[in-house]
């Protein structure tokens, strides 16, 4: 069975350790490298070759937002998800502008932790409800919108983008509509196709400001 690499960077040695251990009790998945600094984090990235980085964003030196910049240069498809201890609406803002591909926080439950992973792997953009609601509201300020168009959405896209709205993750959205994840994740891709876009934040961007759910 194929184990997937997740490297961790977080300057606290006990949530270092805590999910070190809970990573690695996880079938499936194994933990190649944990450090308290980002250091070095190119070469550390090239030895262990991860699959996916998990990222405290408030690291002494070079910091977890810097960090994302650096992996986006040099490993562009390398999934990042960040984690902090605060609801910062800035430095939410700044990381997912960096590039991190998800979002959760530290007192999230060990299930949610490992979901953000996998959700990640799988293609997703895990983001808990408040964090999803102020990238939303940041993004409906920042983001250049088209005048209106139809996009010519189904109505079954137009009804996952409306759970995209709301915060739900991809496993949410097939429990709720009672759809396979790969189902999820299908109608999403299109949902890019038809918008123009590459993200989850800018999909809903457009939803709100064109009103299209």
């Known amino acids: 069975m194929h184990e997937f690499k997740v490297m961790l960077f977080d300057d606290n040695r006990r949530i270092r350790d805590s999910l070190s251990m809970l990573i690695d009790a996880t079938e499936g998945y ?6 308290e600094s980002c250091d070095d984090i190119l070469i550390k990235i090239e030895v262990y070759n991860p699959d996916v980085i998990l990222m405290d964003i408030d690291m002494p030196g070079l910091n977890g937002i810097e960090a994302v910049k650096l992996i986006r240069e040099n490993f562009f498809n390398l999934p990042v998800v960040m984690q902090t201890v605060f609801d910062d609406d800035e430095k939410i803002f700044q990381a997912i502008c960096a590039g991190a591909s998800g979002y959760i926080l530290k007192n999230s439950g060990t299930n949610d932790i490992i979901q953000s992973i996998e959700d990640v792997l799988k293609g997703g953009a895990p983001l808990t409800p ?72 800018e999909a809903v961007a457009i939803a709100i400001k064109q009103k299209l759910t």
């Not at 194994?30 to 450090?35: E, L, Q, S, W």
């Open 30 to 35: 194994t933990v190649c490298g944990a450090y």
């Open 130 to 201: 408040s964090i999803a609601k102020r990238v939303l509201f940041l993004f409906q300020k920042n983001l250049d919108v088209p005048q209106k168009e139809s996009y010519n959405l189904t109505k079954r896209e137009k009804e996952v983008l409306t759970e995209l709205v709301d915060g739900k993750s991809y496993k949410m959205i097939a429990n709720g509509m009672q759809i396979t994840y790969d189902t999820v994740r299908a109608h999403i891709k299109k949902i890019y196709e038809k918008l123009h876009v590459a993200s989850m934040t």
